[in-house]
């Protein structure tokens, strides 16, 4: 008998490979999960929408974590938890990012609101999320107040490991601000991150904390790795993510999730 009676994965990075593709071998491990009777959850970054395709394949029955755990939903998308990022500092973010010039995101319930169609990653976005953006001419109080995530996007990496830093100062106790890709600044409610999503489901399931695996690839994912008994990293991780793990397995594009399931959890 496995020694773990949950797992739960990020999805960019982790679960799904570069191009976006859950593959026959990460499905079946799931299945496989389901069928020991262990149970299965993801936490993402992205938008609760966002993840809507992942719900059947992986027949997902536990509660899942958008917005790097400020939205909890049922897979009917009932909520059971939602913060949303206080409109000071939302302003204040925003204000950062259009100072370092980075044309940055404003998610807002179903929608993805952006002011700059051609910039950066948002092609890339769409077909992550399967949603079009919304364009608006720009973002309002009443956009600010309602946003449960702001992203920052950029290919200048560096800037947005500074931006990250900087805005991580600035809002400390207001919201928290990590990457969830390098190219990513992430900008979410004060209190929220994806150990979150551990916590209720430990509580909800009555599953010490010990046996439950996480598995990620990125800063964002740090929260989560403390709040498990076993965190595994994946081989395209960064390194600070790499030393918090208890375990590293291979890269997304070489089905490392699947690998990790099947090593440490069926003991394959």
Not at 86 to 95: F, G
Not at 136 to 147: E, I, K, Q, Y
Not at 175 to 186: E, G, H
Request: proline share 6%; charged share 20%.
């Amino acid at each position: 008998m496995s020694k773990f009676s949950l797992v739960v994965s990020d999805v960019d990075g982790t679960l799904v490979t570069h191009d976006k593709v859950l593959t026959p071998r990460a499905i079946a491990a799931v299945e496989r999960l389901h069928e020991r009777g262990i149970g299965f959850s993801i936490c993402s970054s992205r938008p609760p929408f966002g993840l809507r395709m992942l719900i059947e394949p992986l027949r997902l029955a536990l509660p899942f974590g958008g917005y790097n755990g400020g939205s909890i939903l049922e897979p009917d998308f009932a909520i059971v938890e939602q913060k949303l990022i206080p409109l000071d500092a939302a302003k204040e973010a925003v204000a950062a990012f259009q100072a370092q010039r980075i044309d940055c995101w404003v998610f807002v319930g179903n929608q993805w609101l952006i002011v700059n169609p051609a910039g950066a990653h948002v092609d890339h976005e769409a077909h992550t999320v399967q949603t079009p953006p919304t364009i608006v001419p720009a973002f309002t109080d009443a956009h600010l107040a309602a946003s449960g995530k702001i992203v920052g996007p950029s290919d200048d990496h560096d800037r947005i490991a500074r931006i990250t830093a900087l805005l991580q100062q600035a809002l400390a106790g207001r919201a928290n601000v990590a990457r969830s890709q390098a190219y990513y600044c992430d900008v979410i409610p004060p209190g929220i991150d994806k150990g979150r999503l551990i916590a209720l489901l430990s509580q909800r399931l009555g599953i010490p904390r010990e046996e439950i695996l996480v598995l990620g690839d990125m800063e964002n994912d740090l929260e989560m790795f403390r709040m498990a008994g076993f965190a595994v990293a994946m081989g395209n991780a960064a390194d600070t993510v790499k030393r918090a793990a208890q375990a590293v397995t291979l890269s997304n594009d070489e089905d490392g999730f699947a690998a990790a399931i099947e090593r440490y959890v069926l003991d394959d």
